[in-house]
T-cell receptor, first 114, second 115 residues
Framework: DVKVTQSSRYLVKRTGEKVFLECVQD?????MFWYRQDPGLGLRLIYF???????EKGDIPEGYSVSREKKERFSLILESASTNQTSMYLC?????????????FGQGTRLTVV | AQTVTQSQPEMSVQEAETVTLSCTYD???????LFWYKQPPSRQMILVIR??????QNATENRFSVNFQKAAKSFSLKISDSQLGDTAMYFC????????????FGKGTSLLVTP
């Protein structure tokens, strides 16, 4: 079974802190994604990566950055956390050749910025 | 950019009944996939069913089936013999194969199955 693991299920951080959300997948997927999920807004794409050291901006990249130093790991970084970044963050991964299989998701990290 | 619209924020159905969740999308592309994902309360997002745009036959997975109307850009999900475990958020998603592998999601439909 494909496994996408996010390092924390729940996280509470203070305004202005630098926050790292980590995601690891064990199926050698080329593609990895970070989404933000808010009630009434669905899932919005923050950043994605097709390969190691590559990154592409999604629909809402402001206030975020990412790092992909190894194929299996994709980190989301909040440079200076703000209260409007309180949300559920979902990591996902997929094969490039198997697009028809969609993406596999982690369990999510619920981040609260106080 | 492609947009995905789910017009029903909330729905409820009685156990053993059938329910249909609506989804429309907007694209000028011909090469794409459509998906329905399920997110149970406090649990992981999982894929329910997928449809390739070039296939006319509607996809079916056990109690879940879709009605794919390509010309109308409609992709509804039918759940037959609803079970309590079907209670979840359901998201419709679009993937354009000509511009990468990211999924574009609708805002979701919250489905409640009642006894």
């Amino acid at each position: 079974d494909v496994k996408v693991t996010q390092s924390s299920r729940y996280l509470v951080k203070r305004t202005g802190e630098k926050v790292f959300l980590e995601c690891v997948q064990d199926m050698d997927h080329e593609n990895m994604f970070w989404y933000r999920q808010d009630p009434g807004l669905g899932l919005r794409l923050i950043y994605f990566s097709y390969d190691v050291k590559m990154k592409e901006k999604g629909d809402i990249p402001e206030g975020y950055s990412v790092s992909r130093e190894k194929k299996e790991r994709f980190s989301l970084i909040l440079e200076s956390a703000s209260t409007n970044q309180t949300s559920m963050y979902l990591c996902a991964s997929s094969f490039s050749r198997g697009q028809g299989f969609g993406a596999f998701f982690g369990q999510g990290t619920r981040l609260t910025v106080v | 950019a492609q947009t995905v619209t789910q017009s029903q924020p909330e729905m409820s159905v009685q156990e053993a009944e059938t329910v249909t969740l609506s989804c429309t999308y907007d694209t000028s592309e011909n090469n794409y996939y459509l998906f329905w994902y399920k997110q149970p309360p406090s649990r992981q997002m999982i894929l329910v069913i997928r449809q390739e745009a070039y296939k006319q036959q509607n996809a079916t997975e056990n109690r879940f089936s879709v009605n794919f109307q390509k010309a109308a850009k409609s992709f509804s999900l039918k759940i037959s013999d609803s079970q309590l475990g079907d209670t979840a958020m359901y998201f419709c998603a679009f993937m354009n194969l000509n511009s990468g592998y990211a999924l574009n999601f609708g805002k979701g439909t919250s489905l409640l199955v009642t006894p």
